[in-house]
């Protein structure tokens, strides 16, 4: 059972048919966060999450895919938010905060003990629908490789 939400001309879908991976990989590949990620690893991260659509129905018929959000997720007690994204073009329009509160509607998403992401620059989209700072951030560790996809490979 896919969950979709519809607003004006837009629709937020988990089906994954409706995906567009090349759309995600056009924004993702030119993102800070993922910049030159190779399309084989957008496609493996779809495939390990759950994934939400942003749609612009199109006249007579159809659609373009114009936004995206990823959650990884063991669907019981943490959630992992990642890759949102609206199309410049799209932007005022309410729309990320529009993804953003139809995924946290997400009923296989209620009741997480920890929902966390990460952003350099989004902070007023997300901190009105109840992300805040680390409580504790030193009780967290990483291991970041950044620009990991830029950089030849190794082996």
Not at 38 to 46: A, G, T
Not at 64 to 76: C, I, P
Request: contains cysteine; aromatic residues 10%; glycine residues 8%.
């Amino acid at each position: 059972m896919h969950f979709e939400r519809t607003r004006d001309t837009y629709v937020v879908s988990t089906a994954p048919e409706l995906l567009d991976i090349d759309a995600v990989h056009a924004y993702l590949v030119r993102s800070y966060w993922a910049e030159g990620i190779p399309k084989s690893v957008v496609e493996r991260s779809i495939q390990g999450s759950l994934c939400f659509g942003l749609h612009k129905r199109l006249a007579p018929s159809g659609s373009a895919q114009v936004g995206f959000a990823r959650v990884v997720s063991d669907r019981a007690t943490f959630a992992y938010l990642c890759d949102v994204y609206v199309l410049e073009a799209e932007r005022g329009r309410g729309l990320g905060k529009w993804l953003i509160e139809t995924l946290l509607a997400h009923p296989e998403l209620q009741n997480l003990r920890r929902f966390m992401l990460g952003t350099r620059d989004a902070h007023g989209l997300y901190a009105p629908r109840g992300f805040t700072p680390l409580a504790r951030p030193h009780t967290f560790m990483e291991i970041a490789r950044p620009g990991l996809y830029t950089q030849p490979a190794v082996g």
